[in-house]
C-alpha cells in the first residue's frame, strides 16, 4: 500500500512543479506545448489527493478489520 502512497505523492509533487514552472518561466523553450495547461494541472493535483484520501482510509479500514 505505501508503495501506491508513494506514486500518487510524486504525482502531485511533479504536478506542483508543473504549475509552477509554466507560471514562472512561460517563455521557456519546451518539446511538448499544452494549450489548457492550468486545467490540466489543476486536475491532477486534484486527482493525485483524492486517490491519496481514498487510499488512506482504505488502509485505515484495512488495520481497524485486523
Known sequence: MWILNAIIGGYFIVSIAFMRLRKTEPELERPYSMKDWRTT????IGLSLLFFILLSKDAGL????S
Open 41 to 44: 494541472g489543476v486536475l491532477v
Open 62 to 65: 484495512l488495520i481497524m478489520a
